[in-house]
């Protein structure tokens, strides 16, 4: 490793790379658009207190705290199990990738109704704050308003509820958290889970274990592929999508890992989620991986970007041809999967020409009394295929400028911390978190990535466990109250 550094370090073109590099960081650190980008303003405590929401919440609470106290719960809950927050927390979010949806809904109304029974047995706790919970509230609110103005109230009602219950789950699990150690040991416990999932979709292509659609592959041009990996998630595109949440908080522990044997364990846990998102084939899953790994790379150490261009090269050469195959296939509308899309996207958005106020209303039912007026080709599809068309569809264009917003207040929540962390454990744990949100953005642009709602859930979750890594070094050992 020293004989290689000595070799770069003594090569004139690696050193004018290197302080052209350290010339365009300075320029880029010092401009006011960082600055402003990195030094947010209006993001204290009080802002949030004198919204609607809380001063809502504050008047129930007290009505709570109040019957709580005139019916002598306090001896019977005094040291039950169902004050444990973090640990009704902890299952849904682990289990939710190897559980059924309604066992991962029940799982987390019981997180629900411990913390709730915590905020009404102590008076003086008061809920965790993160710059991100008044646009998770807002944005489940007008979700909701949408699934009451559906088309078809009766087939949206409930998976807009299921949906507005996984969102809102995001606040729960940022106030369960009460110290690192929990942090730390949830998060690796979601490695491990996943590591399992992953090992499962290995087994499932070498003995060809599950149900297979003809949808998910073009035989004419990929003939090679007879084997499509869904794991757990029932569609190898949703497991794409968990797989881009996943990997990063496995790379994040990799690198973080104090001995070597931690280091072997959760090397052994990515190499087991890279083989299985392989196994995907889901050409958008690569593609908002290799996103997710350049933006980690950029937010930790932005001269390694110029690794980029060799790395690549050397897929091309590793990867079997089969994988290169189809990933430079990206574009090619020639492709049945493409060309699909494309025309979904184009009677989506002639649907919305005429619903772009209020949407349509969630749940493929709602979608399919409506787009088959103005579909193209007379293809039919179970949503648009687009995580933000969806939006649109499902609650309105006001769901997706909240939802944009709440893009934005994350990024720049997270791209501040990092700026200014200066341990390397919660720097790269900031870092996996920010791009695990970006890549799966990237493929959102390609599928409906809440068509399966266990990933649904895990995104905000996701979301939630970001916005505690931003505070990671300073979680104390007690109560989270700043």
Known sequence: MERAKDILNSSLLWRWLMALCAWCGEQWSGSAVVQWFLHPRGWSRGASENSVFYKLWTLVRSGLCRGYELLRLDVLFAGSVFTRTWFWC?????LAPLSPTMAVLGMAAVGYCSLLLNLVRDRDRRLAW??????????????????MFSVNLDSSLNPGLLSVAFILFAAVVYNAVENRLQLDML???????????????????????????????????????????????DNPNMLGQYLILAIPIGGAKLLSAKN???????????????????????RGAWLGLLFAGAVFVVLLSPRLIL????????LWFVLPETVTARFSSIGNLGDASTSYRVYIWMGTLAMLKNYWLCGIGPGA??????????????????????????????????ALAVFVILLFVYFRMMCAAISREHDWS???????????????MVQAMTDYSFYNYRVLFLFWTYLALGALCTRRRRLPEGRLLT
Request: some cysteine; glycine content about 6%.
């Open 365 to 398: 039912d709602a979608f399919n009394m409506v787009y088959p007026a103005y579909s193209y080709n007379g293809i039919s599809a179970p949503h648009s295929h687009n995580l933000f068309l969806q939006i649109v569809c499902d609650a309105g264009i006001a």
């Open 426 to 440: 919660s720097r790269v744990h900031q870092a996996a978190f920010a791009a695990g949100v970006f890549g799966f």
């Open 260 to 282: 070597w044997i931690s280091r072997m364990f959760y090397f052994g846990c990515c190499a087991l989620m890279c083989v299985c998102m392989l196994l995907t084939f889901s």
């Open 187 to 233: 998060l690796a416990l979601m490695v491990i889970a996943a590591a399992a999932v992953s090992a499962y979709g290995i087994l499932q292509y070498i003995f060809r274990w599950g149900y297979q659609s003809a949808a998910w592959v073009d035989n004419d041009m990929f003939s090679s592929i007879s084997f499509r990996v869904p794991a757990t998630l």
């Open 130 to 147: 993160s710059p991100i919970n008044r646009y998770v509230i807002l944005y489940a609110a007008v979700y909701l308003a949408g699934t």
């Open 307 to 314: 690794l980029f261009p060799v790395a690549l090269a050397a």
């Open 90 to 94: 902890m299952l849904p979010v682990v």
